[in-house]
């Protein structure tokens, strides 16, 4: 089993998760770089899912479908190019001989999903699209941020060695403002380090680990009590505000709307 992210855009990754000569792949937001792969790999494309409506996401599913006649998987309750069949919340795909299990992930748009392979082989991996990124998470912009922390709290209760694809190369400017909201966090300075390096070599930050976000991931530390004073601190919260675990959150992601 492969994993391989494809650059698109300015930012994103469109992913292609790859099993001997078939291959699935996940928010193909342009088909072009997909087509090619498949073409230099030998592949067969099985499938098409999708985490959600975005343009960034969704821009090459009807190309691929017409170019390939994969099937396309998308959340039952947004606007994704028809035909695509319905998933929802415990919903299970079998794909590539593999269990793919449907979560819903409310925040970033008002049906995200993400889809999570509990028995890849190695680890566990996570296609979850704008919700959580490498040190920080999407933008709520259909959603609430109480549906947005519930969303990264069922995702961050996955196993730890989970791999993370996450649909964005955000993770530098992400660590940016992880630092200033963790300025003595030691594994955020050394996590750091380490993505400065692959990034300078041309090289991906992902798929991140779960485990790691949770040492140096602010979204998913809203609960640690420095997190919590930094922020309270930086958003002038009062002290009911301050232990509200959903009022902490709204002011992390608008602390970081801010960021500059
Ligand atoms: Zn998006
Ligand atoms: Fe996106």
Not at 14 to 41: K, N
Not at 61 to 70: E, M
Not at 134 to 151: H, K, Y
């Amino acid at each position: 089993m492969k994993l391989i992210s494809l650059p698109a855009f300015a930012d994103n990754y469109l992913w292609l998760w790859q099993q001997d000569s078939h291959a699935v792949v996940v928010d193909p937001g342009d088909a072009q770089p997909v087509l090619e792969a498949l073409a230099r790999e030998g592949l067969t494309l099985d499938a098409i899912l999708v985490t959600h409506h975005h343009a960034d996401h969704i821009g090459g599913v009807d190309a691929l479908r017409q170019a390939t006649g994969a099937p396309v998987w998308g959340p039952a309750r947004e606007d994704i190019p028809e035909p695509f069949m319905p998933v929802m919340d415990a919903d299970h795909l079998e794909l590539l001989g593999h269990k793919v299990q449907v979560i819903d992930v409310p925040g970033h748009t008002a049906g995200h999903v993400a889809y999570f392979v509990a028995t890849a082989p190695e680890s566990p991996v996570l296609f979850c699209g704008d919700t959580l990124f490498s040190a920080g998470c999407g933008r709520v912009f259909e959603g609430t941020p109480a549906q947005m922390l519930a969303s990264l709290d069922t995702l961050a209760a996955l196993p730890g060695n989970t791999r993370i694809c996450c649909a964005h190369e955000y993770t530098l400017s992400n660590l940016r403002f992880a630092s200033a909201v963790e300025p003595h966090n030691l594994a955020l300075h050394a996590y750091t380090t380490h993505c400065q390096a692959l990034r300078a070599q041309g090289r991906p930050t992902l798929p991140a680990q779960l485990a790691t976000e949770l040492q140096i991931n602010p979204f998913l530390r809203t609960r640690h009590p420095d997190v919590r004073q930094a922020v309270a601190h930086h958003a002038g919260l009062g002290n009911t505000q301050a232990t509200d675990e959903v009022a902490v959150f709204a002011a992390l992601r608008q602390w970081k709307n801010d960021f500059k």
